[in-house]
């Protein structure tokens, strides 16, 4: 165990963790339930997002072989079958509004154990999931071809004109009542939407009017594949022509390893709307040519050109030294379309050469360093604070509506504030306009701390702006709050003195800062007062109106002070 | 280090998502990882040279690469968002420094809030803070990121390091930093 994952730590993939299945329904159901299940120690690998040639067994099997140099990479062979005697797939115009594009390939005289016919199917939920973006770009289908002859047509038609027996059923049904059929279903309910409020829905039929499947939501019946199946015809439709080549090309290399000839899959033909054809897979191998400087400088290694070639051929890249040895030249298979650029084979040379095994070093360069003047304003107003006897807190940014606005005394439109589109709780509806209802939620939570609280945030608050290149902005506010038996304005008001005399503000009209009596929708009238300097209105202080505190669930006086502090910048 | 001005929690997916390599569909800029904003819904104004630059490079390749050969819409684009990461404004600041007359090598830094629309639990919250570094200079390599990592670490008192390879749509080589504690 330890061994493999020390493996797929060098390799690049996460061993999640290792159970059984047994665990599993333990875990989930309790110990009762689990007697009988599998001992079998299974692996759960994570694996990245980009390698789709991983998602099966015989993928990762054949990856982690070639990585160890204990196998050589396959090649993968295209037969195209002599004229006349291949599969052919028809499209019609009628797809090109609901879903244009679609690839196909055949997988000829294979053998399936229970085993293998698991991870053919599972690799097919797994690129649903994963490239094809829950069937939204492309749909995979595999048919037994001994059921059905070709030529096969893709088309589009109304839903009442289509009428098969779906997978696992048995009866016949017409599109518009398997819609119906599946709403509930846990599983295929989720893509009905795909293709539900369309004047028509892609359809593929045989020569003899066999429905081999309804893309995506379900194949027929009739063409389902079973361990004795010998001959397999794969179709995939789909939005995204990029993405259908890349997932017929990663099933087929992956499963044509159990083909009579292995690594062998014969080609099919696909005929468009406007009469021209294309011959799938495309099984494209691309030459790419990399200088072995290029990959010492970048990876900060000196390994010779050949060595250099041996590394990458382990990770499924075969090369070769080329030219008296000043360069490399790449082979680049099917199965890795995630190599797009020099850099990716760059890394792949680095993960093959290990990444612990590089030099660690600290770059040359030199640069003078510079704090930005707002987060130094912020950290040093941070610290005297708290020699003022305040408590530091940190609180969310984002809040309910109602938080800065309805239990303030204020209109939600008056705030300006951002709105969010697909909050997951009430709680995160609107990024916060101003600090004071995270204190007070503070304050509600710590009611059980001694009196006085005294709470203080140097925070960002967000704002609706359309001057900027987002049309929002933030601001850097300094909220107080104190909290006691007696509502402490004196002390609120001699923090913000403090505050000023730190920040080298005199208490004057004309170059300093002044305070005027106001009205404050959160306030207690008389007992408000807008804070003026630097020519504007920079805050607000005062003591809390009791529906306010009431409304924060708190029970004690409270006086308040808030102001923008980028002014002092 | 200098410090990256990073006040901006409202970001659109341009910088965020596009700028950054990382394709329209993918699945991290779904709904449910992502906070996406009704108002402001879209940004306004976005770098028209770039714009275009970027639209190229994902939809038919550029600069080396191969792209991702999908059609990109800038609508898309558009969409304000609560950032995800700060690599937006680390987006933002190399693309003032392609802009400079002359390259001059910089070291930047940001220590700031992100937003991800997760469910709250034990150890995740929908919002926490991130670290960002950035070394632009010329011939840098692997090892160089390694060992800068390495000294980070070390003066947070964290002395045993591994790394791993790792998949990110905007950093190729990419790793993640495992740390062992004793005990």
């Known amino acids: ?41 299974l692996y759960k690998i994570d694996v990245p997002a980009n390698r789709y040639d991983l998602l099966c067994l015989e993928g990762l099997v054949r990856g982690l072989q070639v990585f160890k140099e204990r196998i050589n990479l396959p090649s993968y062979e295209k037969i195209i079958p002599p004229e006349g005697e291949g599969q052919r797939l028809i499209i019609t115009g009628e797809t090109v509004h609901v879903r244009p594009h679609a690839v196909a390939a055949v997988l000829r005289n294979i053998t399936f154990t229970k085993e293998r016919y698991d991870s053919f199917i599972d690799l097919q939920e797994k690129l649903h999931q994963n490239i094809c973006r829950r069937r939204a770009l492309v749909a995979i289908g595999t048919h037994d071809l001994d059921t059905i002859s070709g030529p096969f047509t893709f088309t589009a038609k109304p839903p009442s004109e289509i009428k098969f027996k779906p997978l696992n059923q048995s009866q016949e049904y017409t599109a518009s009542q398997i819609m119906d059929l599946y709403r509930t279903d846990s599983h295929l309910r989720h893509y009905l939407h795909l293709i539900e409020n369309k004047p028509l829905y892609p359809v593929i039929y045989d020569s003899n009017g066999v429905v081999l499947s309804m893309p995506p939501i379900i194949n027929g019946d009739h063409t389902k594949i079973s361990v004795k199946t010998r001959n397999v015809f794969i179709e995939c439709t789909g939005t995204d022509i990029t993405k259908a080549k890349i997932v017929l090309d990663i099933i087929v290399t992956m499963f044509s390893e159990y083909c009579e000839k292995p690594f062998s899959v014969e080609a099919a033909e696909v005929v468009y709307p406007n009469g021209k054809t294309h011959i799938y897979p495309e099984l494209a191998y691309r030459k790419e040519k990399v200088k072995p400087e290029l990959i010492n400088k970048k990876i900060g290694i000196s390994e010779t050109p050949s060595s250099l070639a041996k590394l990458l051929t382990r990770m499924c ?72 006897g305040f408590t530091e807190a940190l609180t969310f940014a984002l809040c309910s509506q109602e938080d800065i606005a309805d239990k303030l005394g204020m209109d939600i439109s008056a705030t300006k504030a951002v709105r969010i589109a ?41 704002v609706k702006d359309p001057n900027t290149d987002v049309g929002a902005r933030n601001y850097r506010h300094f909220c107080a709050v104190y909290y006691n038996k007696s509502p402490g304005f004196e002390i609120i008001h001699g923090l913000l003195d403090r505050v000023m005399q730190l920040l080298e503000v005199p208490p004057s009209e004309e170059n300093g800062y002044t ?46 002070l808030e102001i923008n502090i980028e002014p002092f910048v | ?109 940001s220590i700031d809030r992100v937003f991800r629309n997760e469910s709250l639990d034990a150890t995740h919250l929908a919002e926490f803070h991130q670290v960002e570094g950035v070394v632009a200079d010329r011939g840098l390599t692997l090892g160089h990121l390694m060992g800068t990592l390495r000294q980070f670490f070390n003066q947070l008192g964290i002395t045993q390091l591994r790394f791993k390879p790792a998949y990110n749509p905007y950093t190729e080589p990419s790793m993640e930093v495992f740390s062992y504690h004793e005990g």
Request: aromatic residues 10%.
């Open chain 1, 515 to 560: 305070i005027k009596a106001t009205e404050g929708s959160a306030f207690f009238p008389g007992r408000c007062a807008e804070i003026f300097a630097k020519g504007q209105s920079i805050g607000k202080l005062g003591v809390l109106h009791p529906d306010v505190i009431t409304k924060f669930e708190l029970t004690m006086p409270c006086s308040a």
């Open chain 2, 1 to 109: 280090f200098t410090e990256m001005p990073t006040d901006n929690f409202v970001e659109s997916s341009f910088w965020n998502f596009d700028a950054l390599f990382q394709p329209q569909q993918h699945p991290a800029r779904d709904q449910h990882d992502t906070f996406f904003l009704q108002d402001p819904a879209e940004a306004p104004e976005l770098p028209a040279g770039y714009t275009a630059k970027v639209k190229k490079v994902h939809s038919q390749g550029g600069y080396g690469s191969q792209g991702y050969k999908y059609d990109w819409r800038l609508e898309e684009a558009r969409k304000n968002l609560l950032r995800t990461h700060t690599t937006s404004a680390s987006a933002r600041a190399l693309y003032r420094l392609a802009r400079q007359e002359k390259f001059s090598p910089v070291k930047y830094f």
């Open chain 1, 422 to 462: 697909n909050p997951k709780t009430a709680e995160f509806q609107v990024a916060r306009t101003t600090l004071l209802p995270g204190l007070l939620k503070t304050i509600a939570a710590n009611r059980k701390m001694p009196l006085p609280l005294k709470l203080f945030e140097i925070s960002d608050v967000v």
């Open chain 1, 317 to 388: 890249l075969k090369s070769h030294v080329i030219g008296n040895g000043n360069n490399i030249e790449i082979e680049i298979p099917p199965t890795r379309a995630d190599i797009i650029h020099a850099c990716d084979i760059v890394e792949d040379a680095a993960i093959a050469y290990g990444y612990n095994n590089i030099q660690m070093t600290i770059p040359k360069t030199y640069t003078i360093a510079n704090q930005l003047p707002l987060n130094k304003l912020t950290e040093l107003l941070r610290v005297d604070l708290a020699a003022a």
């Open chain 1, 1 to 41: 165990d330890e061994e493999f994952n020390e493996l797929c730590f060098e390799f690049g993939l996460e061993l999640d963790e290792i159970t059984s299945e047994k665990d599993i329904i333990s875990k989930e159901k309790g110990e009762e339930k689990a007697k009988g299940a599998s001992d079998t120690v």
